[in-house]
Structures are given as structure tokens and as C-alpha cells.
């Protein structure tokens, strides 16, 4: 984007801006008149008036060029980018093969941009309009009163109706505080009158502005409908079996509804309160029980209220057109589909970074500080999602530092600062109680994220090594492997389909060749944004095997699938505005869509589910014999599930038996103890285990043995039955 850096002089308020300074609100007339005989009011009148005349500025927008020739070039670097993506894909994997091809359309998309072809859409104008840098006095005071006697309040480290109240209502006088009461820019004529014809087949077809918008709302909820699907079809079954991570989810779920509302839950290394919370209000909502089901609706519903930030940041990234290509490639994207229905708290990451991002860039461009509100009460919302959210604080500070350099003026920087200093203030209101937690019980808090670091474990190499190892395979986890962690990932693959990925290069290059033509902090920031939002998996020091994570870098799913959707726009729009021409764009991109929505089904729907389903145990099974146990004899009492090791989870059975607060577990050294209990009984046992089934045998001469003849291949198990 270029823009007009010769901004107009300041002028002086004239009548016309007196009037329309005194007559915009009720506040405005009535300070007038005050003005009229005290001085004080006077003053201040002036002072608004002279902030209405200068508060905003909009840099005026230069399209970039465009070449009126066909966009061969272009198109010969995507054909080569894609070829060189598709040599990657497993199983056959020719590295050599696809670095030429990439650097062959690396040098295409650089020639392509030279020659006025295939520019990123241009940036949305940026608004210069002055911050007064001031707060309302006493909702300020009332919210850090209500903020020191809730943080106090919070010792017991759960939430109650008092110090929650007092939490919100900290929260909501800050806000108001804040709140700058900004007026509408306008920075579009009346367009009231715009018609587009379109010839087709000699056929001349006129739409007037109306028709297209209704038409393009309609485009927009068909494309919002195909992400839906993609986040809820067979949600059922992908993925079809849980592990221990869920048995500890659904227990903290469970407690939760028996009143302990806790801030931070300390199971299993701990674990932030958003996830439980909305567990909870799902089980309430849609009555599907303390299940595998109800954790895995609850987070595909948080994918999908992640895809209008997306949306909302393709428009201020780009354009409408930025914003549906975006929403329609990471709706589709199997990274983020899978960590969306795996039914962990993964999805909370992605879904508080888009809204972070997305105000606080607009808020940059636009100045406005309410924007900044916004970021902060996303900010501090994130940190009680997903421990990886932890970077995002970090990469708010990095976002400004970049923003900061540059400034031209001593009173933007200064604007600046103050900016930066809201979104710190409402963000720590937001994180109070679980800073609370945190000083109180500071080795817990921070034992997971500690335990990758290296502070609990050793690290088997010097810490700088597998930083700079991780980092390397952290950035190639986009286009070539996304690691081994078969629960969130189809393992050992690029992370992005071959469309998705060729575009993703294609788009990094068009930044990196932009951002040293025109210097806009905006191209620096998506370059910035990956690395930075991939560091939670980076820094497993401890654990290098667990680099590349795609929960723990999901948060690089928004900006990568971003940048793919900028690349795509601009490889439209070098077709040019005649109506062959665009045809042939829209037609091109429907087949880049229709191959890209096709690759994602299989890797989800196919691939994903056999790879989990293979190494998931299949305790649905158990859990079913379980109740059926429990309809023919009225209880499970005398039901237990004999440990093996590597085998099930033994509280899993019991949750799809509805058991959810009970582990089953009774270990073959204690299989006496069930001598105890009357009959009838019910012992479940890995098909391997041969000392279990003498023991039993000894103990119960006449129960009854049968083989469970599992669904799932070598995952048989044994029952043995005591009626009597």
C-alpha cells in the first residue's frame, strides 16, 4: 500500500464546525450555554472543538498499479509453488525436487510483482486521530476499589457470587472509565447509485448495490455454512475414543458441577477455568451428560466463534473478498478442524488470538482507543484459556515495539504508550483471579510450561541447540512435517494442505518484498506474528520430541491462514476487472477451493480417524458392556476393570457408562478384595493379561469367561462374569 504522507495543515474551527460541535449531543448544547458565562466551560469547549476540527486524518490510499496484460507470471509461480508442495506430500517425499520448484516460483512471484501483476490487496487507509489521553475520575476509583477487595476476596482461589460480582463489576467501571466516546468516520462517498453489469453469453446483467450486498451476505453465511459443517460433521465419531486427558477433563466438569468453582484446577498438572466453565454450560444447554461428546461439541463451537474474528481481520488486513477467502480456508483447514474437535481446551488459543490481534491492529490504524479496550478484555480473557495464550502478552509487546519504531512524532509515541498502558491495565483486571492463584500457589501455576523449559526435567542437550532445533522444526511444520503427536495431528505431513501451503510461501514472499517497498508495520507484524505464536511448541526444551505441537502453536493458524488468504486475493485481482478476465479468476479459485475442501475432508475424515482410531483404546466398547451389566442386574458396583500397563484408562469405561466420578481400576494384587462384595460381578481384562485370568479362575472356579470380540483390530478384551 502507498500512501499520501503530506497530510493538510491544521486549519482554524470556523462557524460551520462550531455548529456542529455544539449541536452532535445534549452534553455538547449544554456546555455551550454554560460556556457562555463561566470560563472553565469556555475553555474546555474550545479545547473539544479544536479536537473535533483535528481528530482525525485519513492518509489517502494509492492503489498500486496494474498491469493490463495476462498474469502469466503469476500464474506460473503458483503452478510451480503448488507442484513443489504436492512433491512433499507423503509418502513419496522429494525435498530437492520441491526447494527448485519453490525457488523458481519465488523468483516468478518477485518477477510478477516487478511487473505490476500479482500485488496483496492494498492495506485499509490509516486514520490519524488524536487520543485526549484522559479517564473518567470516579468509575476509575470505584473499579479499583472493587478490584483490590476482589483480588482480596479471591484467596480461597475459587469463585464465589461476591468476589465474582465485585470482579465485574471492577471490570466494567474500568471500562467505562476508558471509554472514548469517538465520532463515526466516514471514509466512503454515497454509493447509493452504484450498478455493475455483467455480460455473459451476450447477455448484459445489471445488479444495483443492493442486489450485490444481499448477494454477498448470502456468499458469506454459504461459506460460514461449509465451515460449520467441516467443525461438526461426525463429531460423534473423529475422533472416536478419548484418553486419560479427557477422563481428568470430564472429573473437573463433574466436581464442578458439585460447587467446587474453582479458579485454576490443579489436576493433571493444572489446567485454566474457561474450558470447564463452558463444559458445564454445554452439559446444561444440550444435556448430553459428563460425556467424551459434551467436551468435544463445547470446542468445536469455540472453533466456530473463531471464524468471525478471522473474517473481521481478512477486512482489515485486505478487503471483503480477504475476509471470505480466510474464513472459507481456515473453516475448511484441517490444523484448525482437528484441535477444534479433539475436545481439549487447543481451539481457546486460536480463538483469543484472532480478536487480540484483530482490535489491536485496528485500534493502530485507526487510533481509536476504544479498540484497545476491546484487545485488553481479549487478552486478559485468553490467559484463563490455554496455558500457550501465555505468549500472547509477549507478542503485544513486540506488536508495539514494532509499531513504536515507526512513529515519526514526539505526541504519537506518546499516544502510543498511553495505548499500551490500557491494554496492560484491563488485561490484569481481566487476569486477576488467576493472578491471585498464581501468587499463591506460583509452583503450580507455572509447572507445566516450567517442566517443557527444563526447570523440573533435565535437558538431554545445551538449552541453546534445541531452541534453535525446534525453531527450525517449528517453522517447517507449515509445508513439511507437523511432528508425531497422533491426537492433533495427521502426523508427519505439512500442516496445511498443498493449496493452503503453496499460498502461505507464495504470501510470505509478497510481505517480505512489500515491507521493504513501503515500510508499513502492518506486513512486519504477519511476518512476526508465526514465529512468535509458534513458541509455545518451540520451547519445549525438555522435550523436543513434543516440537512441532499443533495445539501448542495453533495460535499460527489465524495469521498463516491469513497470509494464504491475502496471497489468493492478490493472485484475483491480477487478472484484472473485465469480465473474461474475472471469470477465469473466480474459476481458477473455485477449483483451488474445491481441491483444497477435498484434501482436508480426506485428512480429517479418513486419514485422521484410522491414525486415531488405531492407537486410541476403545473403551466405548467397556463402557457399553458396563451398562449393560448395570440394565440386567440395577447396579455397577461390583464392576472393575483390571489395569495392564499401556492399556486403558480405567476411568474412561465408566464415563460412557455414565460413571463419571468412579475409576474402575482393581488391580490384579488386590483382585482378592472382591471376595468381599456379593455377587453378581463383572471383571474386565486385556486379552494378554494371563496372570489376571488365573487369579481370577482360582478365586471364582465357576465364573464365566468370554472374549469381547472388539470393532477395532488386536483390541479384544476378556469378561469374566460371577453370577453366583
Not at 378 to 406: D, W
Not at 506 to 522: F, K, M, P, S
Amino acid at each position: 500500500m502507498e500512501q499520501n504522507t503530506n497530510l493538510p495543515p491544521e486549519q482554524e474551527p470556523t462557524v460551520l464546525d462550531l455548529y456542529k460541535s455544539v449541536t452532535k449531543d445534549w452534553k455538547s448544547f449544554s456546555t455551550f450555554i454554560r460556556s457562555l458565562w463561566d470560563a472553565r466551560k469556555r475553555e474546555e469547549m474550545n479545547q473539544s472543538l479544536r479536537h473535533d476540527v483535528h481528530e482525525h486524518v485519513v492518509e489517502e490510499v494509492i492503489e498500486p498499479t496494474r498491469s493490463r496484460s495476462f498474469p502469466w507470471l503469476a500464474l506460473f509461480a503458483l503452478v510451480c509453488a503448488l507442484i513443489a508442495q504436492a512433491w512433499v506430500e507423503p509418502p513419496q517425499r522429494q525435498s530437492m525436487l520441491s526447494i527448485i520448484f519453490y525457488l523458481a516460483a519465488f523468483g516468478l512471484v518477485i518477477w510478477s510483482y516487478r511487473k505490476e501483476q500479482w500485488h496483496l490487496p492494498t492495506l485499509p487507509a490509516i486514520i490519524q486521530m488524536q487520543d485526549p489521553l484522559t479517564a473518567k475520575l470516579f468509575p476509575l476509583i470505584a473499579s479499583v476499589i472493587c478490584a483490590a477487595i476482589s483480588f482480596y476476596s479471591f484467596k480461597d482461589t475459587l469463585f464465589t457470587w461476591f468476589n465474582t460480582l465485585l470482579w465485574i463489576l471492577s471490570i466494567i467501571f474500568l471500562v467505562v472509565s476508558l471509554w472514548a466516546q469517538n465520532p463515526k468516520i466516514i471514509t466512503e462517498t454515497n454509493s447509493s447509485n452504484i450498478r455493475k453489469e455483467i455480460k455473459f453469453g451476450g447477455v448484459y446483467i445489471s445488479l444495483d448495490e443492493s442486489a450485490i450486498k444481499w448477494m454477498t451476505r448470502i456468499l458469506i453465511v454459504l461459506i460460514f455454512a461449509v465451515a460449520g459443517f467441516y467443525r461438526l460433521y461426525q463429531l460423534d465419531t473423529v475422533p472416536i475414543e478419548p484418553f486419560s486427558d479427557h477422563a481428568e477433563k470430564i472429573l473437573d466438569v463433574y466436581e464442578l458441577s458439585q460447587g467446587k468453582t474453582a479458579v485454576f484446577f490443579e489436576r493433571n498438572t493444572g489446567r485454566e477455568a474457561i474450558q470447564f466453565y463452558w463444559t458445564w454450560l454445554i452439559v446444561k444447554i444440550f444435556d448430553t451428560g459428563y460425556s467424551f461428546f459434551s467436551l468435544k461439541l463445547g470446542t468445536a463451537l469455540l472453533g466456530i466463534l473463531t471464524l468471525p474474528f478471522i473474517y473481521l481481520l481478512g477486512k482489515e488486513y485486505g478487503n471483503q473478498r480477504v475476509a471470505m477467502f480466510a474464513i472459507f480456508l481456515f473453516g475448511i483447514a484441517t490444523w484448525p478442524n482437528i484441535i477444534s474437535r479433539i475436545g481439549l481446551r487447543f481451539p481457546l488459543y486460536p480463538l483469543f488470538v484472532a480478536p487480540t490481534l484483530f482490535y489491536l491492529t485496528r485500534g493502530m490504524r485507526t487510533h481509536n482507543r476504544n479498540d484497545f479496550i476491546w484487545a485488553g478484555i481479549f487478552l486478559g480473557l485468553g490467559l484463563h484459556g490455554y496455558s500457550p495464550f501465555r505468549i500472547m502478552p509477549i507478542f503485544v509487546i513486540v506488536v508495539f515495539i514494532l509499531y513504536f519504531l515507526h512513529l515519526k512524532s514526539k505526541e504519537q509515541r506518546l499516544q502510543t504508550f498511553w495505548w499500551f498502558l490500557i491494554i496492560v491495565i484491563i488485561s490484569l483486571f481481566i487476569f486477576a483471579p488467576l493472578m491471585r492463584y498464581w501468587i499463591s500457589r506460583p509452583d503450580r501455576f507455572g509447572y507445566r510450561a516450567f517442566s517443557r523449559l527444563g526447570s523440573v526435567t533435565p535437558l538431554p542437550e545445551p538449552a541453546w541447540e534445541i531452541f534453535t532445533s525446534n525453531l527450525y522444526n517449528g517453522l517447517l511444520m507449515f509445508n513439511w512435517d507437523d511432528g508425531e503427536i497422533w491426537v492433533n495431528s495427521v502426523t508427519h505431513r505439512p500442516a496445511l494442505d498443498v493449496i493452503s501451503a503453496a499460498l502461505f510461501l507464495l504470501g510470505v514472499v509478497l510481505l517480505i518484498v512489500r515491507y521493504i517497498r513501503q515500510r508499513d508495520w502492518r506486513d512486519l507484524l504477519l511476518l512476526v506474528s508465526v514465529p512468535i505464536l509458534i513458541m509455545p511448541s518451540v520451547l519445549s526444551l525438555a522435550y523436543p520430541g513434543e516440537n512441532p505441537a499443533m495445539n501448542r502453536a495453533g495460535g499460527a493458524s489465524v495469521t498463516v491462514i491469513l497470509i494464504s488468504a491475502l496471497a489468493l486475493e492478490g493472485l484475483v485481482t491480477s487478472f484484472g476487472s473485465s469480465a473474461k478476465r474475472q471469470m477465469m479468476a473466480y474459476g481458477l479459485t473455485g477449483v483451488l477451493f474445491f481441491a483444497s475442501a477435498y484434501s482436508n475432508y480426506d485428512l480429517v475424515f479418513r486419514q485422521f480417524y484410522a491414525q486415531y482410531a488405531r492407537q486410541a483404546w476403545n473403551t466405548s466398547e467397556m463402557g457399553q458392556v458396563i451398562r449393560d451389566f448395570e440394565n440386567k442386574y440395577g447396579q455397577t458396583d461390583t464392576v472393575w476393570v483390571v489395569p495392564f500397563p499401556f492399556w486403558v484408562d480405567t476411568r474412561l469405561p465408566g464415563v460412557w457408562a455414565g460413571v463419571p466420578n468412579r475409576d474402575f481400576a482393581l488391580f490384579p494384587e488386590n483382585l482378592s478384595e472382591s471376595l468381599k462384595y456379593p455377587a453378581p460381578k463383572m471383571f474386565i481384562y486385556w486379552h494378554e493379561d494371563a496372570e489376571t485370568e488365573k487369579i481370577l479362575k482360582q478365586l471364582y472356579p465357576n465364573g464365566k469367561l468370554s472374549r469381547y470380540t472388539s470393532s477395532f483390530e488386536n483390541k479384544d478384551f476378556f469378561i469374566f462374569l460371577v453370577e453366583e
